[in-house]
């Protein structure tokens, strides 16, 4: 594949992946209300990583990040990833998640970093891995602090497009 063909490709991968999480906060009020003005700033085949300024509706009694906002964030950028991974629509169903909750240093007016990589996505299931951090900017220089980890498998059987002959799409 060219350059250009490479980043006509990645164009399309970063439109797709920004129409599909604009669609999930639309039709998602648990979406809507924890993750408007969620940002996606950089996505390549099946790593999305996106920035989020955070309010007090995401503060848990102690004022750090709350675990259920932590999980949904989890929930919604792990579907982003798997469809950086091949520019699937639909991206499946929760399996399992598992998330360890590392600091409490992130609170309001905070910006968090969430990566979300895609290790496989498969036939039939697709696991991702989660960092949600902290980020600072010391001495002129961004400084992240890792706030949660989590992992996510998703049951992704039925989901991806056929594809043409010839098509690339990671």
Same mark, same amino acid.
């Given at each position: 594949?060219?350059?250009?063909?490479?980043? +006509?490709?990645? !164009?399309?991968?970063? @439109? #797709?992946?920004?129409?599909?999480? &604009?669609?999930?906060? $639309?039709?998602?009020?648990?979406?809507?209300?924890?993750?408007?003005?969620?940002?996606?700033?950089?996505?390549?085949?099946?790593?999305?990583?996106?920035?989020?300024?955070?309010?007090?509706? #995401?503060?848990?009694?102690?004022?750090?990040?709350? %675990?259920?906002?932590? @999980?949904?964030?989890? &929930?919604?950028?792990?579907?982003? @990833?798997? @469809?950086?991974? &091949?520019?699937?629509?639909?991206?499946?169903?929760?399996?399992?998640?598992?998330?360890?909750?590392?600091?409490?240093? !992130?609170?309001?007016?905070?910006? /968090? =970093?969430? /990566?979300?990589? !895609? =290790?496989?996505?498969? %036939?039939?299931?697709?696991?991702?891995?989660?960092?949600? $951090? *902290?980020?600072? /900017?010391?001495?002129? +220089?961004? *400084?992240?602090?890792?706030?949660? *980890?989590?992992? #996510?498998? *998703?049951? /992704?059987?039925?989901?991806?497009?056929?594809?043409?002959?010839? =098509?690339?799409?990671?």
């Amino acid at each position: 594949m060219g350059s250009q063909e490479q980043l +006509e490709l990645e !164009a399309k991968r970063t @439109a #797709h992946v920004e129409q599909l999480s &604009d669609w999930l906060l $639309q039709n998602s009020s648990i979406y809507n209300i924890f993750l408007s003005g969620i940002k996606q700033t950089s996505v390549v085949a099946g790593t999305v990583v996106s920035r989020l300024t955070l309010t007090s509706t #995401h503060l848990n009694s102690k004022g750090g990040l709350h %675990g259920a906002v932590s @999980a949904a964030f989890i &929930d919604f950028t792990t579907g982003l @990833a798997i @469809a950086s991974w &091949d520019l699937r629509e639909k991206t499946g169903a929760s399996v399992d998640m598992h998330i360890s909750y590392l600091s409490s240093a !992130a609170g309001a007016g905070d910006v /968090v =970093e969430i /990566v979300a990589t !895609a =290790e496989k996505v498969g %036939g039939s299931m697709a696991f991702v891995t989660i960092l949600i $951090q *902290k980020v600072e /900017v010391v001495d002129g +220089e961004e *400084k992240k602090t890792l706030v949660t *980890k989590g992992h #996510h498998t *998703k049951f /992704v059987r039925g989901t991806a497009k056929p594809k043409t002959d010839g =098509e690339v799409r990671n």
